[in-house]
């Protein structure tokens, strides 16, 4: 379930880094994937621009595309591409007897 706060975390996290190096992966159906090295362009409140990098291409995604990870979205520190939005982590459901 997605929060308010998750969307408002987020977007500040994507507004704070205007301008940096990231990795998005996405899908484009029947088992295809894709993986591009991009730049933040812009932060608009239900949206955010990326200028991706191999073609001088911009792209528009919604908060929501990260946050249902139908994109992820990865900073770069320097060295390495760190996930904005974490993994999921799986939790077992118990049995209620």
């Known amino acids: 379930m997605i929060y308010r706060d998750d969307i408002t975390n987020l977007k500040t996290d994507i507004t704070e880094n205007i301008g940096q ?5 996405g899908t484009l159906g029947r088992s295809k994937y894709f ?6 362009e812009k932060a608009y409140p239900n949206l955010f621009i990326v200028k991706y990098d191999e073609n001088d291409r ?6 929501t595309d990260v946050l249902t990870r139908t994109v992820e979205v990865s900073l770069f520190d320097g060295e390495n591409f760190n996930p904005i939005v974490p993994p999921l982590v799986e939790t077992k459901k118990h049995k209620n007897l």
């Open 58 to 63: 911009n792209v528009t995604y919604s908060y």
């Open 35 to 40: 993986e591009k090295e991009a730049t933040i």
């Open 21 to 25: 190096k990231i990795m998005v992966k």
